[in-house]
T-cell receptor, first 113, second 109 residues
Framework: DVKVTQSSRYLVKRTGEKVFLECVQDMDHENMFWYRQDPGLGLRLIYF???????EKGDIPEGYSVSREKKERFSLILESTSTNQTSMYLC????????????FGQGTRLTVV | QKEVEQNSGPLSVPEGAIASLNCTYS??????FFWYRQYSGKSPELIMSIYSNGDKEDGRFTAQLNKASQYVSLLIRDSQPSDSATYLCVIQGAQKLVFGQGTRLTINP
C-alpha cells in the first residue's frame, strides 16, 4: 500500500512564527502536491512538484514556499504565519506513469493564533 | 466560473435509496475524471475514475460522464449510513488535479 505520511496531525502556532510541514511518501512517486482545505472552498492547490528540485506554483502560493531535495520528501514552509493560514493542509503524491490517482496523507490541522 | 462546480449540499437521502451527485467542469480538454470520498476528519480517498463517455459501474457506485455537456455524476445505489461523507469531484487538468468544493451527503437510517 502507498503510504503518505505528514509529520504532524495538529499544530498551534503564534502569528509570525515559521512553520515547516513535512510530507514523506514511500512509493517513489514523481509528483507531490500540497493542498489546503477550507469549509466551502474545497481543496486548493498551493504548490506541486514534478520531481526532485522541481516546483510549480498552484492556485494560492502566496505566503508559502516549498522544498523538494529528495524524491520522497516534499516540505511546505510558512515563513511568517498569519491567522488566515489557519487551515487543514493535505499532502498528496502520484505516479503519473502508472496511475492518475493521488494518494493523500492524513492531513495537518494548523491553527495560527 | 469555477473550474469544477458541485452543489455543496447537504444532500439528505433515505437509507436504501439512490443518491445522485453532480458535477460540471469548464475545461473542455480534460480527459480524466474522479470521485473521491472524504469522511469527516479524514483524508480523501479515490472511489471511482472515468475516462470515456458513458457509464462505469463498480459495485453500488456508477460514474457517468458526458464530455459534450461537460458533466460528470456519481450514483450510489442502495445507500447505506456508511456512505455519509463529502464527495469530491476531481478533474485532471494539464498537470494537476482540480477539486470541486465537495457535496456533503447524509444517509438517513
Amino acid at each position: 500500500d502507498v503510504k503518505v505520511t505528514q509529520s504532524s496531525r495538529y499544530l498551534v502556532k503564534r502569528t509570525g512564527e515559521k512553520v515547516f510541514l513535512e510530507c514523506v511518501q514511500d512509493m517513489d512517486h514523481e509528483n507531490m502536491f500540497w493542498y489546503r482545505q477550507d469549509p466551502g472552498l474545497g481543496l486548493r492547490l498551493i504548490y506541486f512538484s514534478y520531481d526532485v528540485k522541481m516546483k510549480e506554483k498552484g492556485d494560492i502560493p502566496e505566503g508559502y514556499s516549498v522544498s523538494r531535495e529528495k524524491k520522497e520528501r516534499f516540505s511546505l514552509i510558512l515563513e511568517s504565519t498569519s491567522t488566515n493560514q489557519t487551515s487543514m493542509y493535505l499532502c498528496a503524491s502520484r505516479d503519473p506513469a502508472v496511475s492518475t490517482e493521488a494518494f493523500f496523507g492524513q492531513g495537518t490541522r494548523l491553527t495560527v493564533v | 466560473q469555477k473550474e469544477v462546480e458541485q452543489n455543496s449540499g447537504p444532500l439528505s437521502v433515505p437509507e436504501g435509496a439512490i443518491a445522485s451527485l453532480n458535477c460540471t467542469y469548464s475545461d473542455r480538454v480534460s480527459q480524466s475524471f474522479f470521485w473521491y470520498r472524504q469522511y469527516s476528519g479524514k483524508s480523501p480517498e479515490l472511489i471511482m475514475s472515468i475516462y470515456s463517455n458513458g457509464d462505469k459501474e463498480d459495485g453500488r457506485f456508477t460514474a457517468q460522464l458526458n464530455k459534450a455537456s461537460q458533466y460528470v455524476s456519481l450514483l450510489i445505489r442502495d445507500s447505506q449510513p456508511s456512505d455519509s461523507a463529502t464527495y469530491l469531484c476531481v478533474i485532471q487538468g494539464a498537470q494537476k488535479l482540480v477539486f470541486g468544493q465537495g457535496t456533503r451527503l447524509t444517509i438517513n437510517p
